[in-house]
T-cell receptor
Framework: DSGVTQTPKHLITATGQRVTLRCSPR?????VYWYQQSLDQGLQFLIQ???????AKGNILERFSAQQFPDLHSELNLSSLELGDSALYFC??????????????FGPGTRLTVL | ELKVEQNPLFLSMQEGKNYTIYCNYS?????LYWYRQDPGKSLESLFV?????AVKQEGRLMASLDTKARLSTLHITAAVHDLSATYFC?????????????FGKGTLLTVNP
């Protein structure tokens, strides 16, 4: 158990809908990262937040947005969902601002299915 | 565009044998990561390599980085069944809004008794 929690575990929704995925980092960790894993695209880094501020941006679509709240939990919002958004979404946390050597601890993931 | 190629993509090996997974990348980078993913599970960070010639070892796994050749290797020594998993390398480039972290397709390792 990494100490990172994600809810929900599974989510099934329809095209065009909007969903919110939630991540609680390990106690004391200030950074949260979001990743997408799909059969088509493989693993992709989406975005990182550090202590409430966006720190790094990867391959995140404009339909997607994220935020980190004062209690350090993070939410990933996915809107206007398409079939291709079906994937596993992982979050990870790390202690500091995400320097290259920072170890990331991954949550169990949320499996999103868009029908 | 940064490209990351892993090979082999599938590796079946016997317990006790040694093998190496290769990770080639197309652009100069200052960080290289290795991850492990068990079937149906999440990711686990294994190693981060930051400089040319860096070598890190944990148990039966040893990772190295040659930035001039743009190559990292993950060497498995005397494999055991518990090492069966998918191994990903990832290469980082840039920072802030220009940060890119590109993953390889992964190597599915099966260790047979």
């Amino acid at each position: 158990d990494s100490g990172v929690t994600q809810t929900p575990k599974h989510l099934i929704t329809a095209t065009g809908q909007r969903v919110t995925l939630r991540c609680s980092p390990r106690s004391g960790d200030l950074s949260v990262y979001w990743y997408q894993q799909s059969l088509d695209q493989g693993l992709q880094f989406l975005i990182q937040y550090y202590n409430g501020e966006e720190r790094a941006k990867g391959n995140i679509l404009e339909r997607f947005s994220a935020q980190q709240f004062p209690d350090l939990h993070s939410e990933l919002n996915l809107s206007s969902l398409e079939l291709g958004d079906s994937a596993l979404y992982f979050c990870a946390s790390s202690a500091s601002s995400g320097g290259a050597a920072d170890t990331q601890y991954f949550g169990p993931g949320t499996r999103l299915t868009v029908l | 565009e940064l490209k990351v190629e892993q090979n082999p993509l599938f590796l079946s090996m016997q317990e006790g044998k040694n093998y190496t997974i290769y990770c080639n990348y197309s652009t100069t980078s200052d960080r290289l990561y290795w991850y492990r993913q068990d079937p149906g599970k999440s990711l686990e960070s294994l190693f981060v390599l930051l400089s040319n010639g860096a070598v890190k070892q944990e148990g039966r796994l040893m990772a190295s980085l040659d930035t001039k050749a743009r190559l990292s290797t993950l060497h498995i020594t005397a494999a055991v069944h518990d090492l069966s998993a998918t191994y990903f390398c990832a290469v980082g480039l840039g920072g802030g809004s220009n940060y890119k972290l590109t993953f390889g397709k992964g190597t599915l390792l099966t260790v047979n008794p």
